[in-house]
Every structure is written in C-alpha cells, then in structure tokens.
C-alpha cells in the first residue's frame, strides 16, 4: 500500500477546510471606490504682497470638488433567516496630492487670549487635536449587526443623525462639500476651530480636527417598517468622574413613500414611479470637553444643540429639496452664545441622462457682541450621467455676503473669542477645512468648478 496516497488526501482536504473562512469572507467583502477630481476657479480671494492686500482669482486641481474621493469596505455575513453580521469602513482619499484620510489643516493649537468674563477663562492653547497621517477610517468605521424584524444595530464610528437628515434633503444632495453651507454650517464640517476642538466625543481627533459630521465611540440603532425610519445614535466620550462631558446623543425619524428616490451618490429616481416624497427631522446634542467653559477648577460642561428638518417632492421630471438647520451654543462667557441657521432650497429638471440644479441657500451666524454675518449663495450645477458609474458635472456659484467683511471685532466682553476663531461664512476656499473666513474688503465671490465623477464597486 502506498502511504503516500492518503497523506496527499489529507493535505487535499485541510488545504480545503483552510480556504473556507477566506471564501465566506471574499463573498462578504465589497470594495468601492468613488472617485472625483476637477479643476477650480474662484474669484475675489485675497492676495498679501508687499504693497498690500488686493482680490485675486485662483485656478487649482483639486480632488472632490464635487464628492469626496473615498475608499471601502463592506460586508454580511448570514447569521440566520433574519440576522446578519455587518460591517462598513470608508476612507477619504486625496487623488491630486496622494494623501489618506482627511489629514488637511489638522495639526497645531488654537491660541486664544483672557477673558474678561466672570469666571475667567485661562489663558493659552487650546489642547492640541491630533495631525494622524494614519488615520486610516476618516469616514464610516462600524460593525454589528442587521435585522429584517427588530432593526439594525452597531458599535463605532457613524455619521450623526442630523448628518444623514442633509444627505436625504440638501438641493446638492450634500455635495461641493468645500463651499456648501449645509455641508459646512448644517451638519458641521467647518464649525470652527474652537468648536470641533472641544465638542463631541474625541474631541482631540474629530476628523483629525476639522469635523463633528461624524462621533466616534458611538452606538447606533435603525428601524425601519413600511416607509418609517427612526434612527438613535450616542456617543459616549470616556471621560473619567464625569460622564457629562464630550457626550454625544442625537435622535432622527423621517418617512420615505412607496418608490421614493434613492439617496445614493447620484440621487437618480425610481423607474416607472412618477411621484415620490421623503421627510427627516433629526436633533442632536454635543457636550463640550468641560475644561475650556469656566475654570480649570470648575470646569462648566456647555451643550451645543443641533437640528434639521428637510423634505423632498419628486413628481415627473422635477425634483423639489428643502431644508432649515440650525445649531445653538448654551449661553456661555466662552462660546458667546453661537448661533448659525442655514435654509435651503432647490429644484432639479431631470432630462434623459441630464440633471440640472437651481439652489439657493442663506447662511446667518450670530454670537454676542459680534456683528451678525450673512451670506447668500446661488448655485446651478449641470451633470451628464454617461452611465450609471460614470459622469460629468460642472458647478457655478455666486456668493453674496449680506454683511461688512471683517474678520474680527474687539469686544470688552468677548476679546478671547472672534468670528473666524468661532468659524465664519465665506468667501470660501475650495481647500478649506477648518472653518471659513470672512476676508477684509471682499464683499461677494464666484466659484465654478468642472469636473468628473466615477463609482467601481467589486
């Protein structure tokens, strides 16, 4: 007998029973890759040279002028007849400069002076929020589980409910992330430096310190039931002997009818559904880190609150989006009370493989003893769908700064705290991260962007 024979079956079948996990995982893994780069140009930004400060217009290549460049995974697993293990864990990608995640304008220290309020404030840096080139999963990074029954619940990092309220009803379907306030001022991408380096859960690293679109070391919970969506996210901020601070709670419900339109990255509608509407209302709760309201000794925990409401009505070839959001900063010596609202709307004419977008959008932040600042911004933004996967767009936008353009106003009460360190409106650089600035002398702006998008999905 040939021993040989039943030592290569052997080999043959644990060979075999080795491959099994990595076929279940190959069949649970998706990669996609959404991709988007175009040339900028916009007018009135302000050059510094030796003879002083004038207008100019700048041209750039820039990555995601209209989406955000991203990299990611997602999978099931079948667990049951009705539960599933899943997972989703997405990265930006910079396609002209080569970087991972969102690592721009993400390192340093916000310095502010003292306050004069009662109790003072300490003067100094703001603790320093993270620079991390490696910070792999900048956007979606949660796993749980998925139910056809009870609903959908999972553990890390989710975007907030107000957030995904935006994605459903902004004009731009949440797009042009650079220069759209409800991007920026509705669900928090630029709330300002002093804002995003305080509030939420990890404080230190909200997005590598640019964001609060997104909370980390968050639980979350979906249901949905013929049309209804209610979603509960917290987020808990590990903070020892108190739990108060940098807590992150938010609740959202919406209602979508029979065919409504998908929400997906091109937002095309349903065949052969003439008519469609989708409602979302979210509100949600930031705490601060509790050390820079009050004093070292008495730290004063202060809340932000944030909300959104929104609609979309889709009948023949015409699409209508609404929205009204705001935020709210608890009256405090330190924050001064900063208030932003930003109202939306906009219609889009669907033809054949052609959409065309009118939006219009106001932007109002106050906060005490500033002056009030408000911008109007128009768009109209055409994108040829050359496929389902593939397509062209180009973006016009005008900004009218409703108000004087200054970027900073001595207060007795309020010389630790100004417009720009708070985060203020336009003019709007494509590249902006951390909060816009309202620039000396420049009263209104034109942005156009022409560019192209794809989606690869294994």
Request: glycine fraction near 10%; include cysteine; hydrophobic fraction near 40%.
């Amino acid at each position: 007998m040939d021993v040989r024979t039943p030592i290569k079956k052997l080999g043959l079948a644990a060979a075999l029973f080795a491959a099994l996990p990595t076929v279940a995982f190959a069949q649970a893994l998706q990669v996609f890759v959404f991709g988007d780069a175009g040339v900028v140009a916009q007018s009135d930004k302000p050059i510094t040279t030796a003879k002083g400060a004038s207008p100019g217009t700048s041209l750039s290549l820039n990555s995601g002028p209209w989406q955000a460049s991203r990299l990611g995974f997602r999978g099931k697993f079948k667990l049951n007849d009705d539960f599933d293990a899943w997972y989703d864990a997405a990265t930006t990608i910079n396609l002209t400069q080569g970087l991972v995640g969102n690592n721009s304008n993400c390192s340093g220290t916000v310095t502010v002076t003292t306050s004069t309020a009662t109790p003072p404030v300490t003067s100094g840096p703001i603790p320093a929020y993270a620079c991390n080139q490696f910070f792999l999963f900048d956007r979606n990074a949660f796993v749980g589980f998925s139910s056809k029954t009870y609903g959908n619940l999972t553990f890390g990092r989710h975007p907030t409910v107000v957030t995904e309220t935006i994605w459903v009803a902004d004009p731009l379907k949440a797009n042009n992330g650079a220069t759209n306030p409800n991007v920026r001022f509705g669900y928090l991408v630029a709330p300002g430096p002093i804002v995003f380096a305080n509030f939420g859960t990890n404080p230190g690293n909200n997005n590598n310190g640019v964001a609060l679109d997104r909370q980390s070391n968050s639980a979350r919970y979906i249901y949905t039931n013929t049309g209804f969506i209610g979603e509960a996210l917290v987020g808990l901020g590990g903070v020892t002997g108190d739990r108060s601070r940098n807590l992150y709670a938010g609740l959202m419900l919406g209602y979508d009818s029979d065919g409504a339109a998908s929400h997906g990255p091109t937002d095309r509608p349903v065949e052969n559904v003439p008519a469609a509407f989708s409602l979302r209302a979210a509100g949600q709760m930031f705490n601060d880190n509790g050390t820079m309201a009050g004093t070292a000794a008495v730290p004063n925990v202060v809340s932000m609150y944030s909300w959104s409401v929104g609609g979309v009505g889709r009948y023949g070839p015409f699409k209508l989006k609404l929205t009204y959001s705001g935020s709210n900063i608890d009256n405090d010596s330190y924050y001064e009370s900063l208030t932003t609202k930003v109202a939306a709307a906009g219609v889009t004419y669907l033809y054949e493989s052609l959409d065309l977008t009118l939006a219009a959008y106001n932007v109002n932040r106050k906060m005490t003893n500033q002056p009030i600042e408000d911008a109007t911004k128009i768009y109209f933004v055409p994108e040829w769908y050359w496929t389902k996967n593939f397509w062209l767009y180009a973006i016009f936008d005008y900004e009218i700064f409703n108000t004087p353009a200054v970027t900073t106003v001595a207060a007795p009460a309020n010389t630790h705290g100004t417009a720009q360190n708070l985060g203020s409106i336009g003019p709007i650089d494509a590249s902006a991260t951390g909060g816009n600035v309202l620039d000396p002398g420049v009263k209104n702006s034109f942005y156009f962007g022409l560019g192209l998008s794809f989606i690869f999905t294994s």
